[in-house]
């Protein structure tokens, strides 16, 4: 038995879209910045290419804070917190920690990467877990 009423799968797809926005908002304002700073220019100066690459720099530097220390400390990332979910160990109920969030979010971006199934997979899972989940035995809760 899970350690909490189960997460379902929409308010999931939410949270990560909430994690996905606030990721991709120094991204974009990277491009934005290059474009002002090199106007409409077809190839990007180094003031432009610079601002991209710090956009990005800046936008994977906010995906680890958000999705491994935040999401290891608290159980939470941004979207998480938002949506009222939070990731614990589905035997214990405790937190699972930065050390198996890192292996948590690895192997989501592997899975995700090679199958669409793993973000399908609550949908008909009877805990509910996506495949990244079940490789650490987390489950997602409200609450």
Not at 1 to 17: K, T
Not at 55 to 71: C, D, E, S, T
Not at 93 to 122: D, M, S
Request: glycine content about 14%; proline content about 3%; some cysteine.
């Amino acid at each position: 038995m899970a350690p909490g009423r189960l997460a379902d799968w929409p308010i999931r797809v939410g949270a990560y879209l909430l994690d996905a926005l606030l990721t991709a908002i120094p991204s974009i304002a990277g491009v934005l910045i290059a474009l002002v700073i090199d106007g409409n220019k077809e190839d990007l100066g180094p003031g432009g290419g610079l601002a991209m690459v710090g956009g990005f720099l800046l936008a994977f530097a906010v995906w680890v804070w958000n999705r491994i220390v935040r999401q290891g400390r608290t159980g939470q990332s941004f979207g998480k917190k938002v949506t009222g979910l939070r990731i614990v160990d589905a035997r214990t109920g405790q937190l699972i920690g930065t050390g198996k969030t890192v292996g948590r979010e690895v192997c989501a971006q592997i899975f995700n990467q090679l199958c669409v199934l793993n973000v399908l997979w609550p949908l008909w899972d009877d805990k509910q877990q996506t495949w990244h989940d079940k490789v650490v035995d987390d489950v997602v809760i409200r609450g």
